[in-house]
T-cell receptor, first 117, second 110 residues
Framework: SAVISQKPSRDICQRGTSLTIQCQVD?????MFWYRQQPGQSLTLIAT?????????ESGFVIDKFPISRPNLTFSTLTVSNMSPEDSSIYLC??????????????FGSGTRLTVV | QKEVEQNSGPLSVPEGAIASLNCTYS??????FFWYRQYSGKSPELIMF????GDKEDGRFTAQLNKASQYVSLLIRDSQPSDSATYLC??????????FGKGTHLIIQP
């Protein structure tokens, strides 16, 4: 399975500012995904980021608030813009890749715990 | 609206017993199903995936899929205290990301 390096691991930010989260993958992957996990909740898909195309956002998420870059097959960034306390969550990137068995699975980065004050 | 439903628990199981976790999904187009384990403060870790109807076994874990009933389950045999975690059921397919259930909090009692 792919190994994902995600950073920062955590941050405390002032409301109204922006934070950019980075994910670096140790192999080339076509599909990358960004999720949000609000306190005590499960994961919610924010957007799909495939290299060479615009990110596709899920209902309730917009590009102006969560701009995404995917410059190559091993890297992506998610920016949380104009933050408010409601944006306090864990943000995770994920890739779809082949495991040892040859079947596709989804591997997650270690997450970014964001607190907005 | 794609949905995955799980009982949030907590589900309490004695050490050494079988833990049974269940979920249902709404999208009949879902092709693949995953069980993730998440310890508090950590990112999800893949436990099992299943694509075909029936059972799939891997060590102490067995995943079961019934597409007609839109039902997925995970059995954990010989439960250990280290199995105590939140278990997330997820459904997906094709180029889409995953739809997650809210997770079941499992407690293995020593």
């Amino acid at each position: 399975s792919a190994v994902i390096s995600q950073k920062p691991s955590r941050d405390i930010c002032q409301r109204g500012t922006s934070l950019t989260i980075q994910c670096q993958v140790d192999s080339q992957v076509t599909m990358m995904f960004w999720y949000r996990q609000q306190p005590g909740q499960s994961l919610t898909l924010i957007a799909t980021a495939n290299q060479g195309s615009e990110a596709t956002y899920e209902s309730g998420f917009v590009i102006d608030k969560f701009p995404i870059s995917r410059p190559n097959l091993t890297f992506s960034t998610l920016t949380v813009s104009n933050m408010s306390p409601e944006d306090s969550s864990i943000y995770l990137c994920s890739v779809k890749d082949r495991g040892r068995s040859g079947a596709y699975g989804y591997t997650f980065g270690s997450g970014t715990r964001l607190t907005v004050v | 609206q794609k949905e995955v439903e799980q009982n949030s628990g907590p589900l309490s199981v004695p050490e050494g017993a079988i833990a049974s976790l269940n979920c249902t999904y709404s999208d009949r187009g879902s092709q693949s199903f995953f069980w993730y384990r998440q310890y508090s403060g950590k990112s999800p870790e893949l436990i099992m995936f299943i694509y075909s109807n029936g059972d799939k076994e891997d060590g102490r874990f067995t995943a079961q899929l019934n597409k007609a009933s839109q039902y997925v389950s995970l059995l954990i045999r010989d439960s250990q205290p280290s199995d105590s975690a939140t278990y997330l059921c997820a459904a997906g397919g094709g180029a889409d990301g995953l739809t997650f259930g809210k997770g079941t909090h499992l407690i293995i009692q020593p």
